[in-house]
Structure formats: structure tokens, C-alpha cells
């Protein structure tokens, strides 16, 4: 095992891509000057460098690299820690990171450029294209795979996939297994975050291509945009750049990830890359030159129930309000990986942020990013004391309908989401150290709380209880 030390000499350091005019220019000129604009920059970078040595150390990983883009251009790019801990390599701009569910962004694309050719129709049954998918009598059009809301049983929630996970099985033993269970609701009826989903659409993909998902991805959006360092990113290949990935053991040290065959994860979480190919595409796509700007206002746009409420998702993209402003943006974890790509198209703001360890928080330090650039202060959370009654009230058994949640009362705190939560009042609390992320316990008639709802990402979710 590694231990988990912080060495610093890569955290002081100012980014690459900051010139040398940028550089020279830490006088006192006008803000709004060229020399202006420059000192601002060194000023961010300042910032961004300080944010990512606080977060290697409140939340442990080896590395990470951090993009920021603003007006198009990128403003800020670099890496912090190491890429790989046992040969001391820094993350750089062009490491490269598994970025896990961020992949799905590109699968969607994928399936829109199919659209566009007329070879794929979102209205159609899945049928009409999988004969053979048992879909258990329902209709499952085509949409309902890319916004989460098939019902179909996801794949990820199975214990029999993770018995399976380190095997490299093909198309059919993946659908047989969660074409096999019931499914969760009928097509429609709610959202619920769905690997099983984006699977079926890469199968789709390359039925309607006569590709291979890899070689469709690398001739129509790889390729095409330049994303040299974005790959299908499989265990045996060399990849130039590759990132090693981590987690936390027992005793608080490294130890590498769990093995995991990347066959299948494949259109649901299977590609690496660079922050600086991340806001490359992000540029691109938002700017439709991957798929037409009618394409991408169709990607953007929230999905919606049969009830007609809408969802918080569109086409592989989530959608939601940070900072007072609207927010296009998409997580992704993985063995070993962590990773967070957000627009703010308003401000014309993007930044990436990718972490070699599955207890990194991108989307944490993404949230303080986007409020430097943004000229914001960073909230803080303020700690009151509560009494043990109102933590014993919230304690208990929670679930949504999906990924049940335990609040549980121990050393005069409240435990839950894998973190400590603070109160700050009011039956409100936030995870330590993450004013973003906001937990209320409801009040009720009696002394347990009836729900919590979660605020995160901009998206609320309420948990009702379900047990003491």
C-alpha cells in the first residue's frame, strides 16, 4: 500500500497556459485592459491551484488535472499530484482519466447523428431495432433509453453483475442478464438513472452503423474534432498519457482500484481523456459541430414523464441550476476515478475536472471553479450546535424509489451520504466541507422525521422514510 502523502511541488506552480504576457502583468493596471484581463487570469490561476491542493487533501487522490474555458478560449489548464503514485508521474492538461458516466454525452451524440441520417427514429420501439430484447410487453421507445426513464432494470444495480465484473463478456450475456429481471416501472412513469439504457443505445449504434461503437466514435466524433487524447480506453492498449487509478485502503493509504473489464462499461461509461479534449468537445458540441445546433437544442432539452412532469435530463446531459445560472453538465465515476464536465451556457463558462481516485469530488471542486470564475465568494458552512434529539430525529432508513440511504446517529453527530453531516439550522445540513450539496430533514407529527430531500447538482430529490 502507498501511503497517502501530500507532496507539493506540483501545487504552487502557475498553469502552462498562462503566457508570459499573462505572467507580466501583476501590476495595478484597469481591469477591463488587455494587461487588466491578464492580472485577473494569474488571479484565477492562483485561485484554481489553491482549490485543487485543498481538495487533494480533504478528499485524498494522487492527482488530478483541472480545464477551464470562458469565452471559448481556455483559460486555465494543469495538472496537480501524480498520475501514477508508483513512478512519481505528474498529472499534466494531457493526462488521461477514465471519466466513467461522462461517456454517455458521446453515446448520445452518436445516436443523434444517427437520427440526423435518418437511420434511427427516438419515437420508435426498441423492437423495431432489437427484435429480440424482451421488453416484457411495454413499449420502449428509443428516448426513453437516452433520458433514464425505460424502467428497464440497470445493470450496475445487480449483484450479479459486480460477481461478474472482471470477465469480458460479450453483447448477448450482457442483455441476457438485465433483460432477465422485471422491470423497475413501466416505460415512462419516473426517472431513474439507468446504465442498462446507454448499453442498448451503443448496441443500437452499431447495428445501424455496421461499426463497432469504437471505430463509430473514432471516425465521427474522435477523429473529425481531433481528440487525440480521448479513446475507447480498454486495460491492454498503451496510451500515451494514461492515468493509474486508486483508492483509499484501510488504513488511509493508496491501493490500486479494483480490476474491472472496460467491455462493460462500454456506451455507458467506457472512454478516458483529457480535460483539454473534454472542453474541445464541450466547445464543439455546444457550438454544433458534432451534431446540428437543432441536434444539440434536442440533447439540452429536459426529457418528460408520461404524467408530463419533466425530468432533469436531457440526451446524456443533465440539466440544472448552480450559482444562479442555468447548468449543462454530467458526472461520471468509475473504479478508481472520478470526473465532472459542466457548461454554464450563460456565462459561457466550461470546466473540467478529472481525479485518479474513487474518493475524489470533482463535482465539489468544479462548484468552488465555476464561483472563482465567476467572481463569487466561496460559501462556507457554518456550524451550529443542535441537540441530540434533532440528530436522533433525522437518524433512520430513507428511500427514494432508488440507492436507499441510512442516516445514522453515532459520537454525538449525524453519518449519512458517506460523510458526516453538519447542521447549520433549521433541520438543515450540509456534508462537511460542502456548502453545494443541502439535506433537510422534514418536520412531522411525531419525533422521527417523516423524509429528507436532497438538494445536489441543482436537482432535489426527496427521500421518504421508510424505517427508524
Known sequence: MIAAMRRKPLFH?????????????????????????????????????ELA????????????????????????????????LENEVPATADTVYR???VTKQFTAAAAVLLVEEGKLDLAADLREYLPDYDTRGFEVTVERLLNHT??????????????????????????????????????????????????????????????????????????PLGLERTH?????????????????????????DEPLSMELPYAAGSLGASVLDLLAWQRALAAGQVVSPAGYERMTARGSLVNGDPVHYGYGLSLSE????????????????????????????????????????????????????????????????VSEAELRRCAGAYDPGRSPVTLRFEDGSLFGFGERLV??????????????TRIVCESGPDDAAPALTLTSGGVTTRYPRVSD
Not at 20 to 49: E, F, K, T
Not at 235 to 250: C, I, K
Not at 423 to 436: A, M, N, S, T
Request: hydrophobic fraction near 40%; charge should be negative.
Open 322 to 385: 448552480e450559482h444562479g445560472l442555468a447548468r449543462v453538465s454530467h458526472g461520471g465515476g468509475i473504479n478508481g476515478f472520478r470526473a465532472q464536465l459542466a457548461h454554464y451556457p450563460e456565462a459561457d463558462l466550461g470546466i473540467a475536472v478529472l481525479i485518479n481516485s474513487g474518493s475524489g469530488r470533482p463535482g465539489l471542486l468544479a462548484n468552488r471553479i465555476a464561483r472563482a470564475a465567476l467572481g463569487m465568494d466561496q460559501p462556507a458552512v457554518n456550524e451550529i450546535e
Open 13 to 49: 506552480r502557475l498553469p502552462a497556459l498562462l503566457t508570459p504576457a499573462l505572467l507580466a502583468a501583476c501590476g495595478s493596471p484597469p481591469a477591463d485592459s488587455p494587461a487588466g484581463d491578464a492580472r485577473v487570469a494569474v488571479g484565477l490561476a492562483g485561485q484554481i491551484a
Open 423 to 436: 447542521p447549520v439550522g433549521d433541520g438543515v445540513f450540509h456534508p462537511e466541507d460542502d456548502p453545494f
Open 150 to 223: 425505460s424502467g428497464i432494470k440497470g445493470y450496475t444495480e445487480m449483484p450479479e453483475f459486480w460477481e461478474r465484473s472482471r470477465l469480458d463478456l460479450g453483447h448477448e450475456a450482457m442483455l441476457e442478464l438485465f433483460s432477465e429481471p422485471p422491470f423497475e416501472f413501466e416505460p415512462g412513469d419516473r426517472y431513474q438513472y439507468n446504465n442498462s439504457g446507454y448499453y442498448l443505445l451503443g448496441v443500437l449504434i452499431e447495428r445501424l452503423s455496421g461499426m463497432s461503437y469504437t471505430e463509430f466514435l473514432e471516425a465521427r466524433l474522435f477523429g
Open 99 to 101: 471519466i466513467g458516466s
Open 232 to 256: 475507447y480506453l480498454r486495460n491492454g492498449p498503451l496510451v500515451p498519457g494514461r492515468a493509474e487509478g486508486y483508492e483509499v485502503g484501510g488504513d488511509g493509504g493508496f491501493v490500486n
Open 53 to 84: 491542493e485543498n481538495a487533494l487533501r480533504d478528499h485524498p487522490a494522487p492527482g488530478l488535472s483541472i480545464g477551464v474555458q470562458k469565452g471559448g478560449e481556455v483559460v486555465f489548464a494543469d495538472g496537480f499530484g501524480y498520475a501514477d
